[in-house]
């Protein structure tokens, strides 16, 4: 919220020092306004919403000066350019300073590393990729574990539990599994030999794309297999389980290895190669669907095989670990990322674990239209009477005087609007005072449905605290309609000195109206202990106005 | 009848519009006739004519020229296809008047005419030529007249060879082709006077479908279970598909008229006109029961009908023909909207130009304030009051025609299915309203998510020890039951009384009284403690309690919290209150919690009392839905008495009102399963055509229909689309720095038919990046008919503005010929696919496949 305000105060400077362009102070202020913006959005994704702003604010500066014709076109380039430096190659420069910064610091491998792709593991230190020789390219016979390219989906996992009663046929699951197991093991072989490929008499024999393989799992030696049987969930794909004993299985096993975007007869690059993979019989894709089983699968991800045949990145697949003692290991440095490569993967899973934030059932939620109206609070600690409570909940008094406001200023600058666009005639004074209203409210007006009205659209969990930015905006809003309004109304009135006393009378009256609910109220932010409002005895129990407040 | 040959206007090569020239660019635009007639001629020569001599051939013959002159007058005026288009005006009204004297001085009246033949004037609507006819009729009684009125033969033309396209051989294939197996389903519904809740969109379409099945005396007994199955012989193919197909061959020659209201001129509305035609996409889906033509018919409805109506803004402000267009409007905006949800991005689009034009209005300084209060009170009538009142209406059509209850009935309210004819409203017609001490209840929870349920219990009893090692209290369960069962009645007791009947008279119960609840069957008492419940151990479990003598106390007591009370002496009532059960001792409240429990529970759903009530939640809260007052003292009669079925016969209808707002809002939130479709595709498959969808294959053959759009024309509206943009962006900057590269009036053309058309494509496809339902190719069919309008806007914009010199122009035109053939050739090859009537060879259909990701299917041998 901080960088918010500062980003907005700079803006608004830096637009007061337009009269002077190129000078010091508007320098200064154009900078700043890019080093808070890179704050904001580095701070959180809502910082967003005032690059937007700003970002709006600056393409209608820029337009009113390409129409000035007394600019060459010159000078308007070089603003141009100014706001481009400042704020659009600035703020991006600090902000992948912080992630360049971020990635220095933390550049252990830790328990997330299952989220991030092969390559991105490989650059952290202490993860087995760090550094990690392995052979190149995928031949019969080696260990593997394969990995789904989609980011935060896993490894293809099978484990010694049945699928449960009821759940296609009960045989052994197959999942996706983020962490690191040995249950991620999986040897590759022929489909039509049950030889063992490491027989050190045989010759190494690479696996090319469009083979025809087997998957066995190394710790059950069964194989991958799949069949005409829903999937747990995704019940339009079939189920993929893990069959036979000790390797041999039936024809259900078979899948063709296809390397996408390779032609046919080029041998599979270990984590380099996008790999499909096809079951035989039924000519469906081993996908995973993203889904979370229930506790039977121990919550990991439901891997489905789909007869649809489209390119998701859900069905395709890399080999990441590869263990194969017949092949010569080669360094695996040239699998560094670069910086924009780690950058972005990292802002992918930062997305989709955002989106991920789902409520779960019965969770409490709070809903968008409940937070301008203060509908209801969010309980910090402490639940019982005796407990010490915090209570978060906006000062009802200076919200419903905001919600108010907000409609006030919409009724007035509709007409104001259209007296103008009518061509009223309006005196010197008032003239001005709606040029504050219409240009500096709207600005406002702006910022806070552009902080607000987003969430709507969101489909994440949200809390009460995602309205404060809007809040600021709308509080501003009310000091600049309130102040316009008691200077209208003085201005109204003829003899000066009543005017200058309704003015003072008028602005003091909101300030103590304000700090009054402020000690109203002040127990719910500073803590309270004692018997809920629901109690007469209770401090608050007058203040709770509203059903839904729970304090 | 006379043959109006319509001519291609001659351009305007300069930067500015005709130099002394009658016939100014925008003029010339108009000179084409609009599908209303123009005056009455009747001399051979007047057939051929062009203007100029028609006007000489009314100099020639004076006593017949009154309406000729008039007609001419209003077209002089036309500039008015282009607001603010002043400077034409003045010259060609004087000219106008220069060209046809004044016959019997009354035409001479051109600005100031008489207001009889004024009004004869304005009279010619759309049913201009209906009108003409009848008062040809009676002038034919004093002169033997031959030509009646000029029809514009373009619209006529345009019209038949839509119709042709789209009606022909409409019948085939007497099988249920793709999604007609859902609209099939409601219409079905509608024949049987079934209710059905579709959370696809509100019920006009569906309705427009049914009256194709109720003209053609469908009586709706068929089973539409899977695509391909063969129509049975009561099922009237043609009519059902009847509808859509006229409304997509009217969309047809309804793009002739846009573009030409626009200010383009007939070569560019004829274009937009014939490349609707040859759009292989449009042609398949409405040829089909689908809703996406009928959608787009009233999309253009709606833009056409502003553009109309904002014409004649220009001309005559409040005459019949401008109210009848802006309430034509209003009405097209609904019955989008009334056919599917998407329809209100076009309703916003023409809110939006309709606000932009009332803001000039405002700013208009030669108008009153009084006029243009008018002004904007009649638009807010008809582009706000008219669509809701006629969405309103849509549905009060709909509950009325489908009064019977159905499977859908489940999903209601209770007092929404007591309203529907059979299911609930037999059962609990003439139960008594207000539920007294004593009375015999079922209680249904009203979130009924995951399914409807009702307050249950039954002898067993919680297992003492859980599968985690939780124990319980081992009293008798009490679940959520989705069945009707005995088991769900309870009755109401008074704490301070015994008996289990209901006095005489009945002492009905109040908000905020306590009761206990017992169970009818089992007699044991609603009781909650302090235990956690078996899945949700933040809650309290909720029992029947049994006592057991272990110092364990029973806690039966609730409070009755009347969620929609009307004063706090409400008292509660049958199916209409909806009340919260708080528990007197812990103050926890009886919820739903939704899990299943497991084999002990017998899978029925927990329920809970939870002490962290936050405010209002569906899920505590519940309402009696069958009732009646116990009689029986006796254990055992009163066993028998709940085994009876209920009977009483008061009935009580929930206002139109209210069954709107429950039926939209469950529409609203109905759950669409968002799963994945074979055929689904995402918006950015959509512009690039890298999707198709297959809607049916012949049982043997490999005719198949297959819904795949006309490539070139796909394309080339992309391109224009791009081209519009930029052009228009870098026009901006050069205005901005005040050179003007347009005339005004050209200008403001350009920017209009942008909006419109452009602004049309976008409202319909940008929305779909952020739905997260199933999407289709077929939704994006609106956008790109949008898209076909905006393309021969742009192609006349070149070859007028950019096209330099006269050969450049020539060359330009040749090329778009080669263009249009191009497309002809493509629609001709892809014609299989779309009307599914031959059967192409599998070597035929791979050469068809231009896309890999097109699935066309081959049949193998």
């Known amino acids: ?551 | 009848m006379k043959a109006y040959t319509p001519q291609r206007p001659r351009k305007n090569t300069g930067a500015f519009p005709g130099h002394g020239d009658l016939r100014t660019p925008s003029q010339a635009a108009n000179d084409v006739p609009q599908g209303r007639t123009s005056a009455p001629v009747r001399t051979r020569d007047a057939r051929r004519a062009t203007r100029d001599a028609r006007a000489r051939d009314a100099r020639a013959l004076p006593p017949r020229k009154a309406p000729q002159a008039r007609r001419i007058e209003r077209r002089a005026g036309g500039a008015w296809a282009v607001p603010h288009a002043e400077q034409p005006r003045p010259r060609a009204r004087r000219e106008t008047l220069t060209v046809s004297p004044p016959p019997h001085g009354r035409s001479e009246a051109g600005p100031d005419a008489g207001a009889a033949l004024r009004e004869l004037d304005e009279t010619r609507g759309v049913f201009e030529d209906l009108l003409l006819l009848f008062y040809r009729m009676l002038g034919f009684l004093k002169h033997p007249v031959v030509v009646t009125a000029d029809i514009n033969l373009n619209v006529v033309a345009l019209t038949a060879m839509g119709l042709l396209s789209r009606l022909w051989q409409l019948s085939y294939p007497r099988a249920v082709v793709f999604d007609e197996v859902y609209y099939g389903q409601y219409i079905s519904f509608y024949m049987k006077r079934i209710f059905f809740l579709d959370g696809s969109g509100p019920p006009f379409g569906h309705m427009l479908l049914a009256l194709g099945g109720y003209l053609g005396g469908f009586d709706g007994n068929f089973l539409w279970n899977r695509i391909g199955a063969e129509y049975s012989s009561n099922v009237p193919v043609w009519s059902l598909r009847l509808l859509p197909a006229l409304t997509g061959a009217l969309s047809v020659p309804m793009a002739y008229q846009i573009l030409s209201e626009l200010g383009f001129s007939h070569c560019a509305a004829m274009g937009a006109a014939l490349l609707m035609l040859i759009e292989n996409a449009l042609i398949t889906q409405s040829r089909l029961m689908l809703l996406e033509s009928v959608l787009i018919f009233f999309n253009l409805l709606a833009v056409l009908s502003y553009l109309k109506f904002s014409n004649s803004q220009k001309q005559r402000p409040f005459s019949p023909s401008w109210w009848f267009w802006l309430t034509l409007t209003g009405v097209a905006c609904s019955c989008a909207v009334g056919v599917k949800y998407v329809g209100v991005f076009t309703y916003l689009l023409v809110l939006a130009v309709a606000g932009v034009h009332a803001w000039h209005l405002i700013g208009d300084r030669s108008l009153s304030n009084v006029s243009v209060l008018c002004h904007l009170l009649a638009r807010a009538a008809a582009l706000l009051v008219v669509p809701a009142a006629m969405y309103l209406l849509f549905f009060y059509v709909h509950l009325s025609l489908v009064y019977r209850s159905g499977p859908h009935d489940q999903i209601m309210s209770s007092a929404f299915q007591a309203s529907l004819e059979g299911g609930l409203a037999r059962i609990t017609q003439g139960q008594p309203l207000e539920v007294a001490y004593g009375s015999q209840v079922t209680l249904k929870n009203v979130l009924g998510k995951p399914v409807p349920c009702w307050l249950h219990s039954h002898q067993s009893t919680y297992p003492m020890i859980y599968e985690n090692g939780r124990g319980s209290s081992h009293q008798q369960q009490v679940t959520c039951y989705p069945f009707k069962d005995v088991n769900n009645w309870w009755i109401v007791k008074d704490p301070g009384r015994h008996q289990l009947v209901v006095s005489n008279p009945p002492r009905p119960v109040r908000h905020g009284d306590v009761v206990q609840l017992v169970h009818g069957m089992t007699t044991r008492f609603l009781n909650t403690h302090d235990v956690a419940a078996p899945l949700s151990p933040h809650s309290q479990e909720v029992s029947c309690y049994v006592d057991y003598n272990i110092s364990m106390p029973s806690q039966n007591l609730w409070r009755l919290d009347i969620v929609n009370r009307d004063s706090d002496a409400g008292v509660w009532k049958t199916i209409l209150s909806e009340v919260r059960l708080v528990h007197v001792n812990t103050s926890a409240v009886l919820k739903l919690s939704g899990a299943h429990l497991p084999d002990w529970g017998f899978r029925q759903l927990e329920v809970v009392g939870e002490k962290l009530s936050r405010g209002y939640h569906e899920s505590t809260v519940w309402n009696v839905e069958e009732h009646r007052y116990g009689k029986s003292q006796e254990q055992k009669e009163r066993e028998v008495e709940l085994h009876s079925p209920t009977q009483m016969d008061v009935h009580r209808n929930l206002s139109f009102l209210a069954r709107f707002l429950e039926l939209q809002w469950r529409m609203l939130t109905a759950k669409s399963d968002g799963s994945e479709h074979k055929y689904s595709s995402s918006p950015l498959d959509w512009v690039t055509l890298d999707t198709s969808i297959a809607y049916w294959l012949h049982p043997r053959t490999s005719a198949q229909i297959h819904l795949l759009g006309n490539v070139v024309i796909w394309a080339s509206a992309s391109l224009a689309t791009v081209a519009y943009t930029l052009l228009l962006f870098w026009y901006l900057l050069r205005r901005r720095r005040k050179i003007c590269d347009l005339p005004e009036d050209s200008w403001l053309r350009w920017v209009l038919a942008g909006a419109l058309c452009a602004g049309g494509w976008a409202v319909n496809y940008v929305p779909f990046f952020l739905m997260e339902k199933t999407l289709f190719l077929y939704h994006y069919l609106p956008a790109l008919t949008f898209q076909i309008l905006l393309l021969p806007v742009v192609l006349q914009h070149i070859s007028d503005h950019l096209c330099r010199t006269q050969l450049l122009r020539s060359l330009f035109g040749a090329l778009l010929v080669a263009w249009y053939s191009c497309a002809c050739h493509v629609f001709n090859t892809l014609r299989p696919l779309t009307y599914g009537d031959k059967s192409l060879s599998p070597s035929e259909l791979k050469a068809l496949r231009w896309k890999d990701s097109w699935d066309i299917l081959i049949r193998k041998y």
């Open chain 1, 1 to 551: 919220m901080f960088f918010i305000m500062a980003a907005m105060l700079s803006m608004v400077k830096y637009n007061s020092c337009a009269n002077r362009p190129f000078s010091a102070p508007w320098w200064f202020w154009l900078s700043l306004t890019g080093v808070n913006l890179a704050g904001a959005l580095g701070v959180k994704f809502v910082g967003l919403f005032i690059i937007l702003q700003v970002g709006w604010n600056t393409i209608s500066d820029l337009w009113h000066l390409f129409g000035d014709l007394s600019l060459s076109v010159v000078t308007v380039g070089k603003h141009l350019t100014a706001r481009i430096l400042c704020l659009i190659v600035l703020p991006l420069t600090l902000y992948t300073a912080t992630y360049a910064v971020h990635f220095m610091v933390l550049n252990k491998s830790g328990p997330g590393d299952g989220f991030f792709s092969s390559a991105f593991q490989a650059r952290l230190s202490g993860n087995n990729l760090h550094n990690a020789s392995i052979p190149e390219h995928l031949a019969y016979g080696s260990v593997i574990t394969v990995k789904n390219l989609r980011m935060a989906i896993g490894y293809l996992h099978s484990h010694r539990h049945l699928y449960p009663e009821g759940i296609g046929a009960r045989q052994q699951q197959v999942t996706t599994y983020l962490h690191k197991d040995y249950n991620n093991l999986w040897i590759i072989k022929k489909h039509n030999t049950n030889a063992d490929p490491l027989d050190p008499s045989l010759p190494v024999e690479f696996v090319r794309h469009g083979d025809i393989i087997r998957l066995e799992h190394k710790e059950t030696s069964r194989n991958l297999h799949s069949h005409y049987h829903e999937a747990p969930l995704t019940r339009k794909h079939y189920q993929v389980t893990g069959y036979g004993i000790n390797g041999t299985g039936d024809s259900n096993d078979f899948w063709r290895i296809e390397v996408v975007n390779r032609k046919f007869g080029n041998r599979i690059k270990v984590l380099r190669s996008r790999i499909r993979l096809i079951h035989l019989v039924t000519g469906c894709v081993l996908g995973s669907s993203g889904k979370v089983l229930p506790k039977w699968g121990w919550e990991q991800l439901e891997v489905t095989c789909t007869p649809y045949l489209k390119e998701t990145l859900n069905s395709i697949w890399n080999v990441e670990d590869h263990i194969n003692p017949k092949l010569p290991n080669i360094s695996l440095d040239v699998l560094q990322p670069s910086f924009p490569e780690v950058l972005l993967e990292s802002h992918m899973v930062m997305i989709r674990g955002n989106n991920g934030l789902k409520p779960k059932d019965n969770e409490f939620t709070s809903k968008p239209w409940h937070w301008p109206v203060n509908y209801q609070g969010l309980r910090f600690s402490g639940i019982n009477d005796t407990d010490f409570r915090v209570y978060l909940l906006g000062n009802p008094v200076v919200w419903w005087l905001n919600l108010l406001s907000i409609a006030l200023y919409l009724l007035l600058g509709s007409i104001i609007a259209v007296a103008v666009q009518r061509g009223a005639h309006l005196p010197a004074e008032v003239e001005g005072l709606t040029q504050v209203l219409l240009r500096g409210g709207g600005q406002l007006l702006l910022g806070w449905i552009l902080h607000y009205f987003p969430f709507f659209l969101m489909g994440r969990i949200l809390y009460f605290h995602h309205y404060f930015p809007a809040m600021l905006f709308s509080s501003m809003l009310t000091g600049i309609l309130w102040d316009t309004l008691l200077r209208l109304w003085a201005w109204s009135l003829a003899s000066s000195s009543l005017a200058r006393g309704l003015y003072v009378v008028g602005n003091l009256s909101l300030l103590l109206g304000t700090a009054y609910s402020f000690y109203l109220f002040h127990p719910l932010a500073y803590g309270m202990v004692g018997p809920l409002a629901q109690d007469p005895r209770s401090p608050m129990a007058g203040l709770r106005w509203l059903e839904s407040w729970d304090f």
